[in-house]
């Protein structure tokens, strides 16, 4: 889908640049918040309690000063119901390994179970570095933690997806109603289109200094994937000559 906004100037416009934009959405506009955590000494059936409630896959483990030291989710809970039974229906076969999977087949509570350390984020991180993250860890989610190590949301793979997920005309809205808004910049002034996340700029502004400015905020708008600018600025007035 295409969206357009008509260009005032009827002027030509000049070949102008093109640029792929980071994507500026961070952690903490999409986590959730307030998030659910456990103690490192809540038990299985508590936590299984929490994940059905809830309808969640995963929670971070804190100690005593609430501060992140794991994580259990609800694979492992259901691996280490699976190991308990295979180790039962197999014990008098076979020796059982000493430490490792015997450990946490045997897991009492959350310290027992649990992941560690855990694979976390920071507010303020970028969404692409922590979607990078996630996939060079292999998780699904991806507590968020302050400075103090306090756990203050979670952000899934789905979260930090969710710029991506945008229609072209929701992306078009946000870059009239929000990005151009901002600089004070009547969106009738300028050719505006977007296609599939790419952005193409048209028209005639004020300053040099304008057309940067409207071309980094349309850049760091979240979803746009790229941004083609022929954005340009008034001509200086010619210096009158003395008689």
Not at 6 to 15: T, Y
Not at 142 to 152: E, Q
């Amino acid at each position: 889908m295409k969206s357009a906004l008509g260009l005032v100037d009827s002027g030509a416009e000049e070949e102008g640049t093109t640029e792929r934009g980071p994507l500026a959405l961070t952690v903490d506009q999409v986590m959730t918040r307030p998030v659910v955590v456990v103690h490192m000494r809540a038990t299985l059936g508590s936590m299984a309690h929490l994940l059905r409630r809830h309808r969640i896959s995963g929670l971070p483990v804190v100690d005593d000063e609430e501060r992140l030291v794991g994580v259990v989710s609800e694979s492992d809970l259901l691996r280490r119901l699976i190991r308990t039974e295979l180790q039962r229906v197999f014990a008098d076969q076979a020796p059982v390994p000493a430490g490792g999977w015997q450990s946490r087949a045997t897991a009492e509570t959350a310290e027992g179970l649990m992941s560690r350390p855990a694979v976390s984020t920071l507010p303020g991180a970028s969404a692409d570095e922590s979607l990078e993250l996630i996939r060079r860890r292999a998780v699904r989610r991806l507590p968020v933690v302050d400075s103090d190590g306090h756990v203050v949301g979670i952000v899934t793979r789905t979260d930090l997806l969710q710029p991506y997920a945008r229609t072209d005309q929701e992306l078009y809205e946000e870059l009239c109603g929000e990005a151009l808004a901002r600089l004070g910049v009547d969106p009738g002034r300028l050719r505006l289109e977007v296609e599939g996340g790419s952005v193409l700029l048209g028209g005639t502004l004020t300053s040099p200094e304008l057309v940067a400015r409207v071309e980094a905020a349309v850049r760091d708008t979240p979803g746009v994937v790229f941004v083609e600018s022929r954005l340009r600025a008034h001509a200086p007035p010619l210096a009158r000559k003395g008689p």
